[in-house]
Structure formats: structure tokens, C-alpha cells
């Protein structure tokens, strides 16, 4: 692991008492290819930070995933793992990360080229999971997730230098309006929001139920919905959203009875790779942030592939 003594920190957070607004140095594309985004797509997603595809994945292997994910989440032999995140009812299932390490189809999913195309051409390199994990928010139960920059987090708290990763999430249920379904705001990439408030020890605990430090001022919330609106995620079994490692996004609380279950992949490039934390802490565990930094491959179809 490289000593960040070295290393220049250009996104300072958690350093103030209050919030503020930093200008953005990294680029939001590193490739100039047209394939498979055109340049349309790569130009939306400079401008606004994320991609929406309707129904990348078929209903039938979205049903796959879901059963795989069913019988992973259900099995209580494993809630015990840490990988396992418990709502604070303690009784469901909020996150279970590194999911593809648990599962070998999770695994060839996020080599599907369908995606990890995506993630390489927008980053300009090959690319490794920095984080895998699956939210699956009950019906009725499932919390919110507050408004925050990943970017923000994974600078601080696991050292990851510059704004040269993607996040996937891939529907494995129907994302309603109502049922908690991600929501970004548009153009918000553009400026590194750099929060209050110190980080304590071992924070992630605490974090990954209900995050509080980390999370940008009200009033810089209100004007970056004022600029760039809200944009919610919704869409069919199978949509895909990618988003920008900086764009501010959250979840409200899914009261309904309809559960919501996405998987989540971070894309990040090969070129940057973990430092030490800049908050000065020790690193978060592997299973949340990884440094195997080790390419992944590629592969036509997840299904045909995990047999």
C-alpha cells in the first residue's frame, strides 16, 4: 500500500465545521472510443453523471440472479459473515458485500461485457471491483440511504485518490417510484462537495446502517437539486443505471410492500488504486473496499459462463 504522505490530496474532507463546495480536477470521461457508448451517451454522461438502459438484462436472467440472491440472503448460516449488513431491526437483510466473492454468478455478472464494456470505456482502462454488493431493502422495513457522494467516502475512509470509477446498479426487482428507488441529482459530479465533521474509528459499523458523517449540508443539497432537479431510477427488472463516482445520490425509505433488491458493482481503473485513507485512519476491510487490484476479465453472457 502506498504511504499518501506522497500523495497530493486535491478532495480535502471532514477537515471543517461546516460544508463546502471544491472544484472538480479529474475528468469525468478518460477515452475518447465510441464503443459500446456512442458519442451521444458519452456526452450525456459528462454533462448530467449517469446512464439509464432499460432492460439491459432479460426478465429470465434477472429471475436467475433474484433466485440466486434468495437463497444467499435466506440462508442463516451465513448472517453471521461480516459481509452481511443487518437492517436495525437486526432481523433482514440490508447489504450483503462482496457478493462476488460469495457467488460465482454475481461473480460473472460483473464481467458481463454488457457492463464492464461500459466501465473500461468510460475509465479508460482496465478495470477491477473496487466493491461489490447487493442492497436489498424490504418491503415495509427497508431504511433510507442519505443523500452523499461515494467518492466522498471512499477518498476519506479507503484512500482511493481520484474520480476514476463508475458504479453499476443492475434491478433485480421492480423499482417503483414509491418503493425507495435510487435518485440522483443531474451535473452534481461536477464539484467535489467536502463534508463536516471528523470521522470516527471504525466508522463504517456504523455507516452502512445509517450514514451521518460524510453527508453534505442541507443548504449545498438544496442548491445542487435547485441546478441540476432529481432524477429518480426507476425502471423494470433488468434496468441498469451507471453513475459517476461523485454524483450526489440517496434512496428514501421503502414503506410499501414491495421489496427492492439491486446489486451494485464499482468499476475502478487499474490506474487508481488505494492509498492510505486521507483521513488518517486505518483502511475499511477488504470486503468493502478491496485492494486486490487485479483485472477483471470478461465474458458475453453471466449465465452461460456460471454453470
Known amino acids: ?38 458519442k451521444e451517451q458519452t456526452s450525456f454522461f459528462e454533462e448530467n453523471g449517469y446512464l439509464i438502459f432499460e432492460s439491459l438484462f432479460s426478465l429470465e436472467e434477472v429471475k436467475k440472479l433474484f433466485e440466486e440472491l434468495a437463497a444467499i440472503s435466506l440462508d442463516e448460516s451465513k448472517k453471521t459473515m461480516p459481509q452481511f449488513i443487518l437492517e436495525e431491526t437486526e432481523k433482514d437483510v440490508r447489504s450483503i458485500f462482496e457478493i462476488h466473492k460469495i457467488s460465482n454468478m454475481f461473480d ?45 467516502t471512499w477518498h476519506s475512509e479507503d484512500g482511493m485518490p481520484n474520480m476514476r470509477a463508475i458504479s453499476c446498479s443492475i ?42 458523517i460524510g453527508t453534505p449540508d442541507k443548504q449545498i443539497l438544496e442548491r445542487m437539486a435547485l441546478d441540476g432537479n432529481i432524477v429518480s431510477a426507476k425502471g423494470d427488472p433488468g434496468t441498469v443505471i ?8 440517496g434512496s428514501n425509505g421503502n414503506i410499501t410492500p414491495y421489496p427492492r433488491s439491486n446489486a451494485f458493482f464499482v468499476f475502478n481503473s487499474v490506474h487508481n488504486q488505494l492509498v492510505e485513507p486521507f483521513c488518517g485512519l486505518k483502511p475499511r476491510p477488504d470486503y468493502i473496499a478491496s485492494r486486490d487490484f487485479t483485472p477483471i476479465g470478461s465474458v458475453d453472457n453471466f449465465l452461460t459462463n456460471s454453470d
Not at 504511504?3 to 470521461?29: A, G, H, M, Q, W
Not at 451507471?242 to 445520490?249: A, G, P, Q
Request: glycine share 6%; charged share 25%.
Open 1 to 38: 500500500m502506498t504511504n499518501n504522505k506522497s500523495e497530493l490530496d486535491f478532495y480535502p474532507t471532514r477537515v471543517d465545521s461546516e460544508s463546502k463546495i471544491l472544484p472538480r480536477t479529474d475528468p469525468v470521461i478518460y477515452s475518447d472510443s465510441v464503443s459500446p457508448l456512442s
Open 108 to 152: 460473472m455478472l460483473c464481467q458481463d461485457k454488457r457492463i464492464s464494456d461500459v466501465a473500461r470505456q468510460l475509465l479508460g482502462s482496465d478495470i477491477y471491483i473496487h466493491q461489490s454488493r447487493v442492497n436489498l431493502k424490504p418491503g415495509f422495513d427497508g431504511k433510507e440511504f442519505y443523500w452523499h457522494s461515494d467518492f466522498e
Open 171 to 212: 434491478g433485480l426487482t421492480q423499482n417503483y417510484e414509491f418503493n425507495g428507488p435510487l435518485m440522483v441529482i443531474p451535473g452534481s459530479h461536477k464539484k467535489f462537495v467536502s463534508c463536516s465533521g471528523k470521522t470516527p474509528s471504525d466508522h463504517y459499523k456504523q455507516s452502512l446502517k445509517r450514514q451521518e
Open 242 to 249: 451507471f453513475f459517476d463516482c461523485n454524483i450526489m445520490h
